[in-house]
Nanobody
Framework: QVQLVESGGGLVQAGGSLRLSCAAS????????MGWFRQAPGKEREFVAS????????SVTNSVKGRFTISRDNAKNTVHLQMDSLKPEDTAIYYC???????????????????WGQGTQVTVSS
């Protein structure tokens, strides 16, 4: 079992930055690939970024490439999502997730993730 708690969401103007954090507990953190997903009102939950447990390889969806960076600190059991140059279309609830199959290769499918946090709201005003 893995428990995940997100933090760092909020309201920001377009062009601004936010840094989301996800604190994990309950299991060996480095055994899990970690991902960030987001869900806007009326839309399905979509992949944003992921990072492997062992090598730190990352994958980022095209719409945020060059603006968002995922990182992890295995010593502190945390994963971060640095979001720069935010746009109104980035407004969503952001979820942290853990995948036992993401040790070597970044996972981008929701189906690969077994543990989810409660989410943190990110609102970008124009």
């Amino acid at each position: 079992q893995v428990q995940l708690v997100e933090s760092g969401g909020g309201l920001v103007q377009a062009g601004g930055s936010l840094r989301l954090s996800c604190a994990a507990s309950g299991s060996t953190f480095s055994n899990y690939g970690m991902g960030w997903f987001r869900q806007a009102p009326g839309k399905e939950r979509e992949f944003v970024a992921s990072i492997t447990g062992s090598t730190g390889r990352t994958s980022v969806t095209n719409s945020v490439k060059g603006r968002f960076t995922i990182s992890r600190d295995n010593a502190k059991n945390t994963v971060h999502l640095q979001m720069d140059s935010l746009k109104p279309e980035d407004t969503a609830i952001y979820y942290c997730a853990a995948s036992p199959r993401g040790w070597l290769s970044p996972r981008i499918s929701r189906d690969d993730y077994e543990y989810w946090g409660q989410g943190t709201q990110v609102t970008v005003s124009s």
